[in-house]
């Protein structure tokens, strides 16, 4: 029984240091817990609703400034032309921002996307 104790304490060690000091062993142990999260953050209602949220909120966002860049694009006042590049500038980076959000996020939707949230957006040429 003494050495059945001893046994435990030495796998224990052993464990540890291979979890925390040997690069497989900390690999292993971050794609357990990153599975973990996934799985945490794929039934988790409140993570669903943050990332539903966010995605809502940029759409209007891009769309608005791409409206904005519409109406004045062709404009012959060089103001507005001006805002018409701004609003582009906007809508690009949010569209960039928004296809990178959407592909770090799609998990917690399981093929389950709602229908007013894009899988894409556009960006302006």
Not at 61 to 73: F, I
Not at 91 to 114: C, F, Q, R, S
Request: proline share 2%; charged share 20%.
């Amino acid at each position: 029984m003494k050495y059945v104790g001893i046994i435990l304490a030495i796998l224990f060690v052993v464990a540890i240091i291979y979890f925390s000091a040997v690069p497989a062993g900390v690999a292993t142990w971050n794609n357990w817990w990153h599975g973990v999260q996934k799985a945490d953050d794929a039934t988790n209602y409140e993570t669903l609703k943050k990332v539903e949220d966010t995605c809502r909120s940029m759409i209007t966002s891009y769309e608005s400034d791409k409206l904005t860049y519409e109406q004045y694009k062709s404009s012959d006042n060089t103001e507005m032309q001006g805002w018409a590049a701004q609003a582009k500038m906007r809508a690009n980076k949010t569209a960039m921002e928004y296809n990178n959000y959407i592909l770090k996020n799609t998990y917690v939707w399981k093929g389950n996307v709602p229908a007013d949230i894009y899988m894409t957006l556009d960006v302006i040429e």
